[in-house]
Nanobody
Framework: QVQLVESGGGLVQAGGSLRLSCAASGIIFSISNMGWYRQAPGTQREFVAIITSSGSTNYADSVKGRFTISRDNAKNTVDLQINSLKPEDTAVYYC??????????????WGQGTQVTVSS
C-alpha cells in the first residue's frame, strides 16, 4: 500500500511564490521517476516537471525557468518550487511517482492533488 500526499497549495497573488511538497509513504522499496502534473478547470491534465532517481529534470515549456523540481530520496519526497506565479498557473497540482514495493514490481502512483490559485 502506497500513498502520495501533496501539500503547500493555496491562494497567492501573481508574481508570488509557493512550494509544493509531496510525500510518499507505505511499502516502498525504491522510487524511480517522480513528477508533477496540473489540471485547470475544463482542461486535460498536463505535464509540469519530472525528476529521475539520479536527479535529471525536465520541465514543460510553460514553466521552465520559474518552477524547480527537487527530491529527497531519503525521505521519499518531491517538491516543486514555484516562482513568478501567473494566473494561468491556477490548477490542481498532482504529484506522481514510479514506486516499487520490492525488487521486481513497479507502478505509477498519483496523489490527490493540491489547489493552487493565482489572483491577478
Amino acid at each position: 500500500q502506497v500513498q502520495l500526499v501533496e501539500s503547500g497549495g493555496g491562494l497567492v497573488q501573481a508574481g508570488g511564490s509557493l512550494r509544493l511538497s509531496c510525500a510518499a509513504s507505505g511499502i516502498i522499496f525504491s522510487i524511480s521517476n517522480m513528477g508533477w502534473y496540473r489540471q485547470a478547470p475544463g482542461t486535460q491534465r498536463e505535464f509540469v516537471a519530472i525528476i529521475t532517481s539520479s536527479g535529471s529534470t525536465n520541465y514543460a515549456d510553460s514553466v521552465k525557468g520559474r518552477f524547480t523540481i527537487s527530491r529527497d530520496n531519503a525521505k521519499n519526497t518531491v517538491d516543486l518550487q514555484i516562482n513568478s506565479l501567473k494566473p494561468e498557473d491556477t490548477a490542481v497540482y498532482y504529484c506522481n511517482a514510479d514506486i516499487s514495493p520490492d525488487n521486481w514490481n513497479q507502478r505509477l502512483h498519483w496523489g490527490q492533488g493540491t489547489q493552487v490559485t493565482v489572483s491577478s
